[in-house]
């Protein structure tokens, strides 16, 4: 059993920056892929950020050049670096770990944009 526990949200002005942190517990976190995703109001959950166990990335085409994500696998934490904060960023953020088996959800963080 794997769980993600989120940490790193807050309230920030426009143009101000986060980082989000995700730590897993168990031993197979540096085999499988993690992604941010996230959830604003009456909208769905999209994806935002994904790395892969060898460190390949890909980022919503919103983000991109703004956010960055990255890994550590010594610490079973994947990061999410954001840079550059729009209130179109407002939204709860989640961590996912996939697997073969199964996909795991964090229990998310509020990010609030907003001067």
């Known amino acids: 059993q794997v769980q993600l526990v989120e940490s790193g949200g807050g309230l920030v002005q426009p143009g101000g920056s986060l980082r989000l942190s995700c730590a897993a517990s168990?031993?197979?976190?540096?085999?499988?892929?993690m992604g941010w995703y996230r959830q604003a109001p009456g909208k769905q959950r999209e994806l935002v950020a994904a790395i892969t166990s060898g460190d390949s990335t890909n980022y919503a085409g919103s983000v991109k050049g703004r956010f960055t994500i990255s890994r550590d696998n010594a610490k079973n934490t994947v990061y999410l670096q954001m840079n550059s904060l729009k209130s179109e960023d407002t939204a709860v953020y989640y961590c996912?770990?996939?697997?073969?088996?199964?996909?795991?959800w964090g229990q998310g963080t509020q990010v609030t944009v907003s001067s």
């Open positions: 168990g031993s197979i976190f540096r085999l499988y892929s």
């Open positions: 996912k770990f996939t697997t073969p088996i199964r996909d795991y």
